[in-house]
């Protein structure tokens, strides 16, 4: 069994491994690892982990599951998705990918963490209440993986139902936001130290820097990993202000 994760600002890697510990999955690997399409091609079972983006798949996982669309026939996938609130089908959309590609969906699985979406108020919640959230997302997995490995998956987000819900819900008005990459990111010359930090994490590639400041191009995929993690808080997506940097590390050793 071989858990595959992409996350940006760490709730998704955060819930795999919760995952993995309790359904006994010893091998995790991000899609950023070099080794993660050799690791799948060698596993009979996968747990599959993502972020939704507007009730979709964030494009460069989209891309990886298409990208790599002869490792997965035959295999038994679970999918789990989190986010921040709603998604009606989010483990639904990588699910009739990966059929198409010949896999066996065993089930799905949804957990509601903390909004990583920093620069826009919708959806904020205060330190107490994302640890809240956490803590009963935790409750969720260890009893997920428990079916799981009981061999009595959780089918969240597969049905007919929660397809239309999903589309219907969001994905309907803001498919263009997901489908193709973005140069929604935003660095102020004034702030920027040049420090390096975003160009080193950015899973695009899609910063640089350039005469002792950090330039973004047009292959954002909306992360916000680069946002969360800026020591000058220089850098914003989709709004325009630093509100909150989320990272699962600052509730890590509270749990
Ligand atoms: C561009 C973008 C769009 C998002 N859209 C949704 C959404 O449609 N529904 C939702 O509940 N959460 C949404 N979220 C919140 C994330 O899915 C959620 O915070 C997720 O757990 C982040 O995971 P990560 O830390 O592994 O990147 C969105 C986040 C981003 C960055």
Redesign the pocket.
Known sequence: MTAI???????????TEKFSEQAGCTQIFSIEDSSAVSEISESKDIIFA???????L?KIVRDFIVKNSNIWREKNIFIIA??????GD?SGVSARLFKKFGANIVGGLH???????GDVKA?KKSCEENLQTIQASVRKINSAAECYKNKKPTGEGLNFISHMAGLFG?RLY?YS??KNYTDSVKIRRDVCTGCGKCEKLCPMKNIRISEGKAVSGNMCT????CFSNCPQKAIT??GSKVLVQ?K?ENYEDKL
């Open positions: 994760y992409f996350s940006g600002t760490g709730n998704t890697r955060f819930c993502y972020p939704i983006y507007y009730s979709n964030p989190t986010m921040g609130l709603f998604s989010g957990i509601k963490m903390p909004d990583c979406i959806l969001q803001f936001k997901t909306l992360c916000y990993r997506i989709l989320h699962i």
